[in-house]
């Protein structure tokens, strides 16, 4: 968060202290709570896995904040092939993994704050070094959240998210 940049609330007019400079989601859209106990199936804070058949890494699309040093990201989940995934997993803890090639993925969080779906966009997913969360580059398409990562956003438009998603109710963005 950014500490100097408070803003007031377009939606309940208060003023927040910090303008949130990211948002995460805790799981991939497709996860059931009910599948917590499944053998099959994991959700930690990284990885996820769906019936041993559907394989998620987490990552961040970060977006430049125009006129200042900040970035803006969202913390999203990737959907990537079990090869990919077997390939990642085994390079989790290794020194130098950023080396390895980007992986292919699509995206699979819903970020409400976009006029269209942002399910399933083509992303490429960087690996970095361990400890950090993969950098998801979004394939340049017209979608709102491929032109904002492309070219950047205002901090109105950080305002913007900040409210929508603050009085969202949906804790899956937040």
């Excluded at 960087?126 to 709102?144: A, K, N, S, W």
């Amino acid at each position: 968060m950014t500490k100097d940049l408070g803003f007031a609330c377009a939606c309940c007019g208060a003023q927040h202290a910090e303008l949130p400079m990211n948002y995460t989601a805790e799981a991939p859209a497709v996860w059931d709570p009910a599948l917590v106990d499944a053998d099959d199936c994991l959700l930690s804070s990284d990885q996820c896995v769906i019936r041993g058949q559907n394989y998620f890494v987490k990552g961040q699309i970060e977006i430049p904040v125009i006129g200042s040093d900040e970035v803006f990201s969202w913390g999203v989940w990737v959907s990537l092939s079990r090869e990919n995934f077997s390939r990642a997993a085994e390079l989790w803890d290794t020194p130098s993994r950023e080396a390895e090639k980007p992986y292919f993925g699509w995206l699979t969080t819903e970020l409400l704050v976009y006029p269209t779906t942002t399910l399933n966009l083509k992303t490429h997913v960087h690996t970095r070094p361990v400890g950090e969360r993969p950098f998801i580059e979004l394939e340049p398409t017209d979608h709102p959240l491929a032109v904002e990562q492309r070219t950047g956003i205002s901090l109105d438009r950080v305002r913007e998210i900040a409210a929508a998603v603050l009085h969202a109710g949906n804790s899956e963005q937040q």
